[in-house]
């Protein structure tokens, strides 16, 4: 069974920085792609970024282009999420997922941790 546990949330102001990590066990993940997903009070859930796992293809919300920077560590097994100039419209709870390569549903997801960026 794969569990993600997120670390790293915490208070930011406007132009400021965060790290999120997510730590995947359970499975070899070199099969599935890892995202990060955010949830804003009274929004539906969005998909931030997501990367391939072996080949380590990245990709964005248009909205955090060019400010956030998704990675992981194979030998960690640990997904980051670098955010950078961070705005108010960040604030959200954010969560790292897993799936299949061959899923095209997210279907394990940590538990979140929250960002909240003031201006």
């Known amino acids: 069974q794969v569990q993600l546990v997120e670390s790293g949330g915490g208070s930011v102001q406007a132009g400021g920085s965060l790290r999120l990590s997510c730590a995947a066990s359970g499975r070899t993940f070199s099969s599935y792609r890892m995202g990060w997903f955010r949830q804003a009070p009274g929004k539906e859930r969005e998909r931030v970024a997501s990367?391939?796992?072996?080949?380590?293809?990245?990709s964005y919300a248009d909205s955090v282009k060019g400010r956030f920077t998704i990675s992981r560590d194979n030998a960690k097994n640990t997904v980051y999420l670098q955010m950078n100039s961070l705005k108010p419209e960040d604030t959200a709870v954010y969560y790292c997922a897993a799936r299949l390569l061959s899923s095209p549903e997210y279907d394990s997801w940590g538990q979140g941790t929250q960002v909240t960026v003031s201006s």
């Open positions: 990367i391939a796992w072996s080949s380590g293809s990245p």
